[in-house]
């Protein structure tokens, strides 16, 4: 079982920068896939970011590329998502979400509660 908290979530004006965390519980974060998704009002959730176990292989949603950097660090047992140059269009309640054994855009099995990001043009 993991459990999942983000946190880092705010109000930012565009084009500036926030970082979220995921702190994770549990002994099987550093052998588990993690991921970052976000769901705007009255939109589905959508995939933002993945990254695999180790680090080795990250993937990004195409409107998000060259702006967000994910990253974890195992010992600490948190994730991360640095959001650069935010656009009104990135306001959303963000999850992170971890995989047992999928690294990927679908089939993640623990979710967190979510973080609110609100970007004001």
């Known amino acids: 079982q993991v459990q999942l908290a983000e946190s880092g979530g705010g109000l930012v004006q565009a084009g500036g920068s926030l970082r979220l965390s995921c702190v994770a519980s549990g002994r099987t974060f550093s052998s588990s896939a993690m991921g970052w998704f976000r769901q705007a009002p009255g939109k589905e959730r959508e995939f933002v970011a993945a990254i695999s176990w180790n680090g080795g292989m990250t993937d990004y949603l195409d409107s998000v590329k060259g702006r967000f950097t994910i990253s974890r660090d195992n010992a600490k047992n948190t994730m991360y998502l640095q959001m650069n140059s935010l656009k009104p269009e990135d306001t959303a309640v963000y999850y992170c979400?971890?995989?047992?054994?999928?690294?990927?855009?679908?089939?993640?099995?623990?979710w967190g509660q979510g973080t609110q990001v609100t970007v004001s043009s």
């Open positions: 979400a971890a995989s047992k054994y999928h690294f990927g855009r679908t089939l993640y099995d623990y």
